[in-house]
């Protein structure tokens, strides 16, 4: 049996185990990178070799950067800061608001921390508009739109993170705002919904009663010393300054905000380690290796030029192409994470960039976009799945999500190409 052989039955079985869902997403990934080495796919350095690679250590400092943001209270205080007259003068004015900053943010931070703290945000700003706004208007924007907006940055999420090491472990740049054009004209449209017909939606279909919460969501930082939040922010926003001039490569602007951090005791050592997502690190480095197994065995090539021919072979157009394999993405994250879409598409959409010889990131950028727009289930995201506790039934994402989703789709095939030439 050739190597290409091997490696195609590899894949498929980590399809199989990822679809079913019964082991953690980086145990699969483990599997994956191991198989490709002991079954001589690759040379055995490679099933580890990803995990010291640039794209994962700075996807790794730069959780722990953001989670600081949290951790000191500076995304928290910020928020009160910015939304509390508003609670008390319009609903519709804080969702839109609420909707834009989340969506803002989360490109600077990741998804899912930006989910869990405007949580108790949200529950806060209801308590203190004396009735005049619902926590679940609140909440659902947050879901949606926190991973909507995770595009904007390599760090918004671990779906993109890992989308975008695969890329460019295949030989392609990707800047730390490289799809943040399109990302960004996403955010407004996702803020103009909810401002105008995802409202009405949400006031019309959320007929429960508002969700009550534990008094212990609220995150106290009254006896964190001022210093700390206001020297995090500072070193995020010179590391983000880092990321924008490339000064150094983004490994090591981060690792210099992380030994700042560390060594000024802003962050607790323990404390961000225990938060930075070592399963996201996981994955990135063993999808990494599992995507150079189907490329150094010609596999990748071989199921390349198979989808090809579906779509007509040479002639086939390569603008059609992307929008099936962005759909495949979105479609899939609906039912399953995002994270282990983009690890199934984005290989087989790198493989069919290189057979047509055209602009990887014409393919693959769309489809990290696509399943970060997959919100028409709870399922897609770690951030859809936090703001559960709004007392959402699936029927209420389909509702609000299905309108956004399409309406997302349609901007993002029609700006493609003039953000990513082919």
């Given at each position: 049996?050739?190597?290409?052989?091997?490696?195609i039955i590899?894949?498929v079985i980590?399809?199989?185990?990822?679809?079913?869902?019964r082991?953690?997403?980086?145990?699969?990934a483990l599997?994956?990178?191991?198989?490709?080495s002991?079954?001589?796919v690759?040379?055995l350095?490679d099933?580890?070799?990803?995990?010291?690679?640039?794209?994962?250590?700075?996807?790794?400092?730069?959780?722990?950067?953001?989670?600081?943001?949290?951790?000191?209270?500076?995304?928290?205080?910020?928020t009160?800061?910015?939304?509390?007259?508003?609670?008390?003068k319009?609903e519709?004015?804080?969702?839109?608001?609420?909707?834009l900053f989340?969506?803002?943010?989360?490109?600077f931070?990741?998804?899912?921390?930006?989910a869990?703290?405007?949580?108790?945000?949200?529950?806060s700003?209801a308590?203190?508009s004396?009735?005049n706004?619902?926590?679940k208007?609140?909440l659902?924007?947050?879901?949606?739109?926190?991973?909507?907006?995770?595009?904007l940055?390599?760090?918004?999420?671990?779906a993109?993170?890992?989308?975008?090491a695969?890329v460019?472990?295949?030989?392609?740049d990707?800047?730390?705002?490289?799809?943040?054009?399109?990302?960004?004209?996403?955010?407004?449209?996702g803020?103009?919904?909810?401002?105008t017909i995802?409202?009405?939606?949400?006031?019309?279909?959320?007929?429960?009663?508002?969700p009550q919460?534990?008094?212990s969501?609220?995150?106290?930082?009254?006896?964190?010393?001022?210093w700390k939040?206001?020297?995090?922010?500072?070193?995020?926003i010179?590391?983000?300054?880092g990321?924008i001039t490339?000064?150094w490569?983004?490994?090591?602007?981060?690792i210099?905000?992380v030994?700042?951090?560390?060594a000024?005791?802003?962050?607790?050592i323990?404390?961000?380690?225990k938060?930075?997502n070592w399963?996201?690190i996981?994955v990135m480095a063993?999808?990494?290796s599992m995507a150079?197994?189907?490329?150094?065995?010609?596999?990748?090539?071989?199921?390349?030029d198979?989808?090809?021919?579906?779509?007509?072979?040479?002639?086939?157009?390569?603008?059609?192409?992307m929008?099936?394999?962005?759909?495949?993405?979105?479609?899939?994250?609906?039912?399953?994470?995002?994270?282990?879409?983009?690890?199934?598409?984005?290989?087989m959409?790198?493989s069919?960039?290189?057979?047509?010889?055209?602009?990887?990131l014409?393919?693959?950028a769309?489809?990290i976009i696509?399943?970060?727009?997959?919100?028409?289930?709870?399922?897609?995201?770690?951030?859809?799945?936090?703001v559960?506790?709004?007392?959402?039934?699936?029927?209420d994402?389909?509702?609000?999500?299905?309108p956004?989703?399409?309406?997302?789709?349609?901007?993002?095939?029609?700006?493609?190409?003039?953000?990513?030439?082919?």
């Open positions: 049996m050739d190597q290409s052989t091997i490696a590899i894949l980590t399809m199989i185990l990822v679809v079913i869902d082991l953690p997403l980086a145990v699969t599997f994956a990178s191991v198989a490709m002991i079954f001589g690759q040379p350095k099933a580890y070799a990803y995990y010291g690679s640039k794209t994962v250590v700075f996807v790794g400092a730069t959780m722990i950067i953001c989670n600081g943001l949290f951790q000191t209270g500076a995304i928290q205080r910020l009160h800061t910015l939304f509390g007259k508003l609670a008390k319009s519709r004015g804080l969702v839109a608001a609420f909707s989340t969506g803002l943010i989360t490109g931070t990741t998804n899912s921390a930006i869990a703290t405007m949580v108790p945000v949200a529950r700003l308590e203190s004396d009735g706004v619902k926590a208007h609140l659902m924007p947050v879901g949606l739109m926190s991973t909507i907006g995770s595009p940055s390599l760090s918004g999420s671990g993109v993170a890992l989308g975008a695969m460019i472990e295949a030989g392609t990707m800047s730390y705002f490289h799809m943040a054009g399109i990302a960004i004209i996403m955010i407004v449209l803020t103009l919904y909810f401002a995802g409202y009405d939606i949400m006031k019309k279909s959320f007929d429960f009663e508002d919460f534990e008094a969501e609220e995150v106290s930082n009254h006896n964190i010393p001022r939040p206001v020297l995090t922010t500072l070193v995020f010179i590391v983000i300054i990321f490339g000064t490569d983004l490994a090591i602007c981060s210099l905000g030994l700042v951090l560390w000024t005791n802003a962050v607790n323990k404390e961000s380690l938060t930075c399963n996201v996981i063993g999808v990494s150079n197994g189907l490329k150094v065995s010609g596999a990748g090539q071989v199921m390349a198979w989808i090809i021919n579906l779509f007509g072979g040479e002639t086939a157009s390569v603008f059609v192409v929008v099936a394999l962005s759909i495949v993405g979105w479609f899939l994250s609906q039912f399953m994470s995002n994270t282990a879409a983009n690890a199934i598409v984005v290989p959409a790198i069919m960039a290189v057979a047509l010889n055209i602009n990887l014409y393919f693959c769309p489809i696509a399943t970060s727009i997959a919100i028409t289930t709870p399922l897609a995201s770690p951030t859809t799945v936090i559960m506790q709004g007392g959402f039934r699936f029927k994402f389909v509702k609000v999500g299905v956004l989703s399409i309406a997302l789709l349609a901007v993002l095939f029609t700006l493609v190409p003039f953000f990513f030439a082919a």
